[in-house]
């Protein structure tokens, strides 16, 4: 399942970026799908890690879809992975710290290795880019990045305080945030 879930994934980003980069945007669900299986060895939740951005950033790619060719938990675990793109950044971050106190425990844990995904990403691209590097995000201000990244975290605290995964997203945000 994993196999095919990298193969769909890599089919309906191709041709998309990492913001601001030349990177291709698969690199992203792959280091996700990576970081989930140092936590799981459940191929669904490995799975759902992959494609976790497929119905929230490819238009062709639904829920329904998800679930006949994966499984309805894979379905659900990336829909609940999903934000309602119609919102605004402010009301999407808060609802996603919100959801991510109380979701599933594998809805969790696809949350935590995405953001540590993009927390890796920040960390390797502030030193070359500098101040530069906020322009790439929709929300253009360091501040209220590092509010979401550090929101993200203290919800996650209670479930994933002794991981590694979880242990590298906090040594991040504090060189990059505080």
Known sequence: MVDKAIEFATKVHDGQFRKGTKRPYIVHPIEVGDIVASM??????????????????????????????FSQRVASFVAQESEDKSK????????TIE????????????????KLSNMRDIDR??????????????MKDKEMI?????????????????????????????KNFE
């Open 146 to 174: 590092g509010w979401y990244y550090k929101g993200v975290r203290d919800a996650l605290r209670e479930s994933f305080a002794e991981t590694p995964a979880f242990e590298e997203y906090c040594l991040l945000i504090q």
């Open 40 to 69: 799981t060895r459940d191929e669904e939740v490995i799975s759902a890690a992959i494609l976790h951005d497929t119905i929230e950033d490819c238009e062709e790619v639904t829920a329904e879809e998800l679930a006949r060719l």
């Open 125 to 138: 691209d502030y030193p070359v880019c500098g101040e530069e590097l906020w322009n790439r995000f929709r």
């Open 99 to 114: 959801h991510m106190r109380h979701a599933p425990h594998e809805v969790q844990m696809i949350g935590l290795a995405d």
């Open 88 to 95: 605004s950044w402010l009301e999407r971050k808060g609802a």
